[in-house]
Each structure stands twice: as C-alpha cells, then as structure tokens.
C-alpha cells in the first residue's frame, strides 16, 4: 500500500523550519530530514511517499533574499546531506530515493547575488566524499550534484561557479574512484569594481583515515594561519604540500587563446619561469625545473600528472584560478615539523575576458568599474606568482580578516605589478620548505 507521508507549501517571513519523514521495512529504516531558513515570500514545497520500506522525495525552493535549505538522508550504515544557501536569488530542488541499505540524493540549484553555498556529503562505511563551493561579494553559481551511498559512497556531477567549470563529470569520476582531494581557488572584479573571492573543494576519504580537512563556507580547505593582527610578516597555508625537491616541471599550453592576448609562447613562458623562479630563490630546495615546456596538446583542469598553465575565457570577473589535486590521507613535513597534505598535481588557468602583458610598463588597471575586463592589461608574471604559490602550499591572505588589507604580500590581492615576494611570503616559503 503506497502511504502518503507529507505535502505541503509554505509562504513564510524569515522563518526557520524542520520537516521529518521516514519509513521502515523488514532490512531496517530510511530517514529523511529537511532543515530550512526561509526569506520574505519564499516558496518550498515537499512531497514525500513510502512503499514497502522505500522513501521516495522531492522538494523545491524558491526566492530571494537570505534562504538555505539542508536535507539529510540517513540508512543502514549510510548517509547523504545536501545544503545550499544564498543571499539574493536562489532556486533549489532536490529529489531523494532511499531505502535501508542505500540510497542517493540529487541537488539542483542556481544562486546569485551577494552570496551563495553548495555542499553535498555521501558516506558509507568504507569512505566519506564531501563537495562544498560557493562565492562571497557578488556572483552566481549552479549545480547539478548525485550524491550516493551504500557499502560505498560517492558524490557526481557538474558545479559552475562564476562561470569556471569547478566540477565537471570527468573530475567527478576521478574523485569518487580514488582517495583524492581537490581545490580551487580564485579572485574576482565585482561590477562595482570591488573583489570577491570563489572557491571550491572536493575530497573523497576512507573511513578512519587521518584527513584532517575542514571545509570554509567559500569552498576552500585552508590548514592553518600564522601571525597576529596586521602583521606583515604573516602567511597562511593551504594544507598541502609537495615531498621535498620536488622540481615541478610546468607546462604551458600553446595554443588560439594565448596567441589572442597578443603573446608569445616564449614570452608567456618566460614569465611563468621567472615567477618559479622567484619562489625558489626564497627557500633552498628545488621547487621548479629549468623551464616551462610549452606543447599544443597539454590541458589544464584535468588530474594527468602535468602542472599546466593555459589561458581560458571565463565570462566573468576572475583574474585567473589554480586547480590543485592532493592526497588527504598522505601526509609530508614541512619545515616548520608540521604536517601536510601530500600534493599532486596543480594546474593553472588565466582569464582571456582580460587582457594580457609581460611587460610590466603596459600593465593597466582601469578605475572605472563599468569599464569592460578587456580594458584592464594585467601583468603575467604578478599573477603568476601569486598562482604558484597556491602550487606550492600557500593560501590566500586576502581572505584572512586579519591580513586582507596588507597588500605587500604576493598572496594578497592584485592591485597592480608586483614581481617580488613580501615578508610573509618569505616566512610562508620557509616554513613549507626551509
């Protein structure tokens, strides 16, 4: 007998709300749990049904303003958690089938405006997969997640922030069929020609490892800071690191996109080399090889063994963005004794809506923020340097509020040319590798 468990629609102010379902068979229960924060005039609906021990769900939301809706699923030794939040307008739908031994989840969603925040979490009792992305200070984001679990869990599909393909079904595939972990990180113009920032992040764990990672509400997984307030001797970490000497060799991507910013390979190449360069002049091992192999048949954003630098167009505001792969239950010591994240690879990808420069007296950055990105000529070997030392295991000091405004560091913001290295990058480098 198929048994009606719940429908309803809600209109409510600033409300939050729980809504619970479950059913039961002669294998054992399946629960469902919805948690909701609901703006002025925001819709959700829930329909739910059981048959024979079989949860069958989907829900929708819809509105604007600040929303976020968290639903969980939980079984027999399993469960799956979706969440997506946001502050300005959201559209979400979620459909659930489940039963005691296993069961999925999948999460459409479209945010954008100020902010806004995906997750999804599958785990059984062989291993964990966790996704969490989103942006903050003007953006949009959509997403088409599966997350399923069983005697084994895994969490597929696409995930598009600010227009980079963050997640797509290739790297997905890649994640849930190893123990991997991956990050990406970007900074962005605003149309007021504020920053914003974007991240993602994507890890697949066996249960009972020793990964230690923790998600940050902008999809990056940050290790630790260090330093106090408005030091400009601090640095943070990104969690990972490379094995001692390991003599990267970074690889450009030759090809129409690069040519359409006006540059040459050897140009391009040169100042992604004296980028390396740079960072390896501040520590005494051998982060780099000798040169940037440039080849025509290299790809970025996709886990291949080779540490590629490509140019890519991105309708949106981001600079550029580094797609870097580790392994979260493999671990290396830094200098400093401290652990990390064994790294494995770190690609690079630079904005083409830009323009582009090596040489740094024809780098611009238009003041007026209606202007369009092409009018802003950005300075290869700045970015470059900032990209590499997320290649390397350094974090953004821009999104830390205690050093977001000491612009003397290479992993803060771009505001103009800036080849060398400030205090915390040194102490950053060091404390990863002497």
């Known amino acids: 007998m198929l048994i009606f468990l719940l429908f309803g629609a809600f209109i409510t102010p600033s409300l939050g709300l729980s809504t619970s379902s479950g059913t039961g068979g002669s294998q054992g ?37 600040e929303n976020s809706m968290t639903e969980t699923v939980t079984g027999d030794g399993y ?29 459409k969603a479209s945010v954008s405006g100020e902010s806004g925040f995906i997750s999804s979490t599958s785990a059984s009792s062989q291993n964990t997969m966790t996704v969490a992305g989103g942006f903050e200070n003007e953006g949009y984001l959509s997403t088409d997640i599966t997350s399923q679990a069983g005697p084994v869990a895994a969490t597929t599909g696409s995930a598009n922030i600010l227009g980079v393909d963050c997640m797509d079904g290739e790297s997905s595939r890649v994640l849930a069929s190893n123990e991997m972990a991956m990050t990406v990180d970007g900074l962005h113009l605003t149309s007021s020609g504020d920053l914003g920032r974007f991240g993602f992040a994507a890890a697949n764990v066996r249960t009972g490892g020793q990964s230690e990672a923790r998600g940050r509400s902008d999809g990056t997984i940050v290790a630790g800071t260090y330093g106090h307030y ?30 359409y910013e006006g540059l040459t390979a050897t140009q391009a190449s040169g100042a992604i080399m004296a980028a390396a360069n740079t960072w390896e002049g501040a520590t005494n091992q051998n982060l780099f090889a000798s040169s940037v192999i440039q080849s025509t048949t ?44 064994k790294a494995a690879e770190s690609d690079v990808c630079y904005n083409t809506a830009y323009s582009w420069t090596t040489d740094a007296s024809k780098a611009y950055l238009n003041p007026n923020p209606n202007a369009p990105l092409s009018s802003n000529r950005l300075d290869v070997q700045t970015v470059a340097l900032h990209e590499l030392g997320h290649t390397i295991g350094l974090g953004d000091t821009y999104l830390h509020s205690l050093y977001k405004y000491d612009l003397s560091q290479i992993m803060g913001y771009y505001d103009g040319v800036q080849r060398n290295l400030g205090a915390g990058d040194v102490n950053g480098v060091k404390a990863l590798y002497g």
């Open 29 to 65: 229960g399946v629960s469902s749990h919805v948690q909701l924060q609901l703006d002025d005039s925001s819709l959700y609906s829930e329909h739910s049904t059981s048959a024979s021990g079989v949860l069958n769900k989907a829900s929708q939301m819809q509105g604007s303003g």
């Open 79 to 107: 469960a799956v958690s979706n969440s997506v939040a946001g502050d300005g307008s959201i559209s979400a739908s979620s459909s659930v089938q489940a039963f005691a031994q296993g069961g999925s989840a999948n999460q």
């Open 298 to 341: 290299v790809r970025a954003d996709r886990l291949d063994g080779k540490n590629v630098h490509a140019w890519v167009y991105d309708r949106s505001g981001a600079l550029g963005y580094s797609r870097t792969y580790y392994y979260p239950s493999t671990y290396v010591t830094g200098a400093d004794g401290k652990s990390y994240w």
């Open 230 to 259: 408005d030091d400009p001797s601090a640095w943070v970490t990104a969690g990972w690191r490379w094995s001692n000497h390991p003599n990267l060799q970074l690889y450009l991507r030759k090809d129409s996109n690069l040519q």
